[in-house]
């Protein structure tokens, strides 16, 4: 360390700049010194979007104490992290951001957070004030973006169906489709949803989402699971079917090679992941390992308590905080994956429900851009 603290200033600011999120919260710690050094520069969007895989955040469904975990899937590390509000459940990564939903209101309320700093803002309030909507999110194209983009990317919230006020008392299914704007700051109606899908959307359907194209795609759980479509460019719903749609137990959604995929476990059978393909056809392309997914579900075959959560890199498979979880990761750039199990190496935690979201880690502050 004496031969680091001997470097100019502006010198060991600048190699700090360059820092993983990790290493350079270790850095912090180090001393005071070190602390006002890595401040001078801000860290490098590079160190964030070179990452080769991204970070797997554990949120504690009933959390008292503002926290959660984070994986380093480099050095394979669990981080604790502090939260800036107790009451929050992910819905999507947007860039090296989450999108919140504040649980402790019935009525629905949305931030955005950067858990690495904790950073937090909370997204104006919708026009109509509902519970339980289905909430969808897309992002610009990042291909010819700069690496802030990359990072904060401009953003849009879609919220349809849940339940509101009616005008002559009482409550209703909401048919109105919003959208929010990041650029702008601000809500406005965009579209409406078929009274029956607003329904599903309110009582089948959970947050997550996943957007393919200018689609975002949603499943329900109503009678069997099924996937329902919404086309934002066109104001367009659709519904389709799914494999062992009435013998599953458990079903998401997650991207697959730039496609739908749906992430599946039957009763008495193993867990699947299908790939929506021409047609609306869906074809097998892989299988949770027995013995991993034997392990995951306690030695049962049981899948209705497993939770998922997938991105173009990895699906995670997982139950609560203390039970680990089967991880399907891509190897290098080929269309090759494989499955691996993971723990909380070196924590003593607390059995705890948890939300699961992937995420690539920043030190930048997302409020000055």
Known sequence: MSMWSNLPFDLLAKIFSFLSPDSLAI???ACKNWHTCSKAHPPSPTTATTTTSSWFLALPIRNHRASCYARNPTIDKWHHLSLPLPSIRPIASVGSLLLLRITNSTILQLGLCNPFTGEFKHLPPLHAARTKPAVGVTTSD???SSHDDV?????????????SEAAQGGATYETR???YDSRVDAWRIVGSTPTELAVRLTVWTPNENVCIGETLYWVTSAR???VVGYDVGRNGWREMA???????????LVKRNGALGLVGGACGGGGCIWRLSEGERWCLVDEVPVELGLRLLGGKSVWESVKCVGNED???????????????RRVGDMDKWEWVWDNLKGKKLANSAIRGAL???????????
């Open 142 to 144: 990042s291909s010819n």
């Open 314 to 328: 990895c699906v995670c498979l997982y139950r609560d905080l203390g039970s680990g979880m089967v991880v399907c």
């Open 177 to 179: 489709v919003e959208m």
């Open 27 to 29: 850095a912090r710690s």
């Open 151 to 163: 990072l904060f990317p401009p953003f849009r919230v879609y919220v349809a169906g849940g339940m």
């Open 359 to 369: 995420l690539h880690p920043t030190l930048l502050s997302f409020k000055q851009h």
């Open 224 to 226: 069997a699971y099924s």
């Open 242 to 252: 799914v494999p062992m749609a009435e013998k599953l137990e458990f079903a998401c």
